[in-house]
């Protein structure tokens, strides 16, 4: 499995995320919380171009603009913003390395909150970094330890983790 956009955001809140999503071990699709995710994902912002792959990526929306290309994020909470943000970073700095430049979009539809993500010299060279450490983690034979955090009451895989 290669580095893909859901891999960072699962990095950024939990390493061990990022091991059992990269053997396809998949979270409890029946949790409450990723049930409310795919249905926010399927109804709104329906006037736009939605699920667009390009590459191992595939964003949420392609936003209308005569200016720029602003492809946009959907998401349940911006509880999650660093992690949510990174992932959008990734999927920019991609276009970036195929000639299209973007600009990105996070959305909260249920908190009515947008939040404008640009790609900076600085973000690109975080986001190397965080490319090599996912990496290292899926190359490992076994996951990392779990790590206790305050998204883990809400996580599909807590049961796996705590089970």
Request: with cysteine; charged share 30%.
């Amino acid at each position: 499995m290669k580095v893909n956009g859901t891999l960072v955001w699962y990095y950024a809140i939990c390493k061990r995320e990022v091991w059992l999503m990269s053997r396809n071990i998949t979270p409890d699709q029946k949790d409450t919380n990723i049930e409310i995710g795919r249905f926010l994902h399927e109804t709104y912002y329906n006037r736009t171009k939605k699920e667009i792959e390009f590459g191992n990526v595939k964003f949420d929306v392609l936003l209308n603009t005569k200016d720029e290309l602003i492809i946009g994020e959907t998401k349940k909470t911006s509880k999650f913003q660093e992690a949510s943000t990174m992932q959008l970073l990734y999927y920019i700095r991609e276009l970036k390395r195929a000639g299209i430049n973007a600009k990105g979009m996070l959305l909260y539809p249920e908190e009515r909150k947008r939040v404008e993500v640009e790609l900076t010299e600085e973000k690109s060279l975080l986001l190397e970094k965080v490319e090599n450490e996912i990496e290292c983690i899926m190359n490992n034979a076994t996951p990392p330890p779990v790590v206790k955090n305050k998204y883990c009451r809400s996580c599909g895989y807590r049961e796996y983790c705590y089970a």
